[in-house]
């Protein structure tokens, strides 16, 4: 039996160089089950054989697409028996957004080192944290998929013209991001699109069960049930309360941009009404435009046969942070 099972992509962006450092790290360290994946199909089988050796901690050294597809098949599998171990996530691939979230920062060799000493201390349960994960159905027949940072409307435009027209250049990441919001941020403002810019933003409608429907062109959409991203915003009952999965869409003009940049440089966003900023929280979301991808942790995803894109929230699922 193993005390930690180690789940890897190779193919991920950080793993290209230091996947030899985690093999090594694995030889030398019996209580770690290593398994590796070069396509996102073995995660069944890879999650099924974990199972087997009853780890007390899944650990996911990849990116975010990797965690999204590992936690799918961990909470939905049915594979723990329904009691899964907590999950700890490497800092690995080029975003990182739900290790950042849980506190691993850094050297991911470090990372792995402190999951092992939690577990050999016997301090584990106190590193343990519940976080509700959103659960995306996009109207196919697959069982929906679940994830943690979602983005829509303009801002999954331009991270897919990021992904396709600047990562391909062999820039820093975060030169990469850098710029892609910025040519994102000079077509809004001169209203421009397409060619060497990202697209023009597309209607489209937001609804929530208890909260109402938005409706109109927007430059942002998120959906996120993490902690660390979202920490300037704070509620209030006149934003609305109700529910785990934050969303924050912001109307496709200068101005809104603005004040939503604004509130959030302050610290203040969420705490009082902006004009064009939408805030709420909410238990379910559907998502519908003509052209309505989104990017569920590095995945898209896109509403099929005309039906929403409807998210909902689960049950706390436990996570492991590893910050002190």
Known sequence: MASVALLSN???TGNRSLLPQVREYCAAHPDIFHYEVEDVDQIEKAIRTMAMVGPRVVVINGGDG??????????????????PPPVAVLPNGKTNLIALDLG?????IKALERVLELVE??????????RQLISLDSGGEERPVLGMFLGGAYLADVMLYCRNRIYPLGLPNGVSHFLAAILGMFAIIFGIGGGRLPPKPETMTVSLIRQGEFKGKFSLLIV???????????TSEAHGTNGNMKMLA?????GAMFRMLGGAWRGTLGQKPLDGVHFQQGDEIRIEGERSNVILDGEIFQAKHGMPIILTSTQPVPFLRLAA
Do not use: C, M, W
Not at 104 to 108: K, N, Q
């Open 66 to 83: 990797t965690v999204q597809a590992a936690l799918t098949e961990i909470y939905s599998g049915g594979h723990f028996g329904g009691s």
């Open 250 to 254: 912001t109307d496709s003009n200068v």
């Open 104 to 108: 691993a920062e850094g050297d991911p």
């Open 121 to 130: 201390t016997g301090r584990l349960e106190d590193h343990v944290i519940q």
């Open 224 to 234: 996120t049930t993490l902690e660390k991203l979202l920490l300037s915003i704070r």
């Open 10 to 12: 190779p193919r991920s």
